[in-house]
């Protein structure tokens, strides 16, 4: 399976694990799970850094890298088609970062892994982060 991690279920991954289900860390996990992380992730992740939103124990341009590679998750680029898929969602969701990541899925054929309960009402196989 070809699982696109939310930056939330990101973030967990990598700080709070204990916030995520037994069958999220069991796919996390599993040796068959290809782990995904959107450029749009790190983007956000930026954002909220510095705005204060987000604590981090370095600096994003670090982090992020550092625990993709410690956590062997591959990188997911932002295609054109991608941003231009989001113009064809229906507005169940307003959070940019979040519709571009539904926009991936829907056209590279990835699960996403979420708490975000509105990824349901998208054309998208979802896992959820909490059982």
Request: neutral net charge.
């Amino acid at each position: 399976m070809r699982l696109l991690l939310d930056t939330q279920a990101w973030l967990w991954m990598q700080a709070a694990s204990k916030r995520l289900g037994t069958q999220a860390r069991d796919l996390i996990t599993s040796p068959t799970t290809e782990l995904l992380l959107s450029a749009v992730s790190s983007w956000e992740i930026a954002i909220k850094y510095r705005l204060g939103k987000l604590p981090l124990p370095t600096a994003p341009d670090r982090y992020v890298p550092s625990r993709m590679r410690s956590s062997g998750v591959e990188p997911l680029p932002i295609m054109h088609a991608h941003a231009l898929r989001v113009a064809e969602l229906p507005d169940h969701h307003g959070d940019p970062f979040d519709r571009l990541l539904i926009a991936q899925a829907q056209l590279d054929g990835l699960t996403i892994l979420t708490s975000d309960r509105m990824f349901a009402r998208y054309d998208v196989t979802v896992r959820w982060t909490t059982d």
